[in-house]
């Protein structure tokens, strides 16, 4: 008996390219070339922020794709990364861009880390390219050819690399100041979009994610980032930092001023 098509990519009847493109502000025409679909990833990650906002409410996350739609298109909020890879996957399949999702193990904090995170694998101009809108404040900001191993790859002010492990898995690592540091690994079988609900169930219950331990809202820009972490904000701008703290009762004021979210 054949499978349901919706084991295996997110769908959603309710996905309207055009609205998308308006959410993300999106102008110009599409082209499924690198160019093309740089811009389209950069337009999201300018525009829609990594956020956990209702993780830390205490809410249900859903998978279902009208809900990822309703949440970042009509309602012009963000998500964590199966609703910001999501709703990019239900972009790449309208524009009929070949794809698949990885199941991605995070790094950054130490510890037997289990392969919470979803990204994407998309066939662009006859190659593969790792696309990850949705890991924070260290996401990937263009597609990132996955044959260049070992190369240092400039994205804006940050620089990342491809190595490969003693496994025989993939590992991104970015560059702070002299040091390599990784943040995923990942291998290329392909996942199922239902495979990642028992992760998504730990991120936004667990008492052990990182998610319900800390609020943290990411939005991109053309010249950096900023990051709310917490109880404050770190700017990014031409590789300069700056971190200011705020109040609990300022909250919802640098949401809207500083991340375009009303919650």
Known sequence: MEQSKNNYKIEASSFDLQQYLKRINFEGEITLSLEGIKKLMQSQIFNVPFENIDVQAGKVISLIGEDIVNQIVNKNRGGYCYQINGIFS????????????????????????????????????????????????????????????????????????????????????????????NLYSFDLNPQRWIDFKPANHYNYSHPDSFFTQNLIVV?????????????????????????????????????????????
Do not use: C
Not at 134 to 154: A, D, M, V
Not at 233 to 241: C, L
């Open 90 to 181: 239900l972009m790449l399949q309208k524009i009929g861009v070949p794809h698949y999702y990885i199941a991605v193990r995070p790094l950054v904090n130490p510890g037997q880390n289990a392969k919470t995170h979803l990204a994407i694998i998309a066939t662009i101009e006859n190659e593969e390219y790792l696309i990850d809108l949705g890991f924070g404040g260290n996401s990937i900001r263009e597609p990132l050819k996955l044959n260049e191993i070992g190369t240092e790859i400039n994205q804006g002010t940050e620089t990342f690399t491809l190595v490969k492990t003693e496994e025989d898995e993939y590992l991104l690592q970015i560059k702070i100041g002299k040091e390599w540091s």
């Open 219 to 263: 939005l991109q820009n053309p010249l950096g980032k900023k990051i709310l972490f917490k109880n404050s904000i770190k700017s990014v701008t031409n590789g300069i930092t700056e971190i200011i703290s705020f109040e609990d009762n300022q909250l919802n004021t640098i949401l809207a001023t500083e991340f375009n979210l009303k919650v």
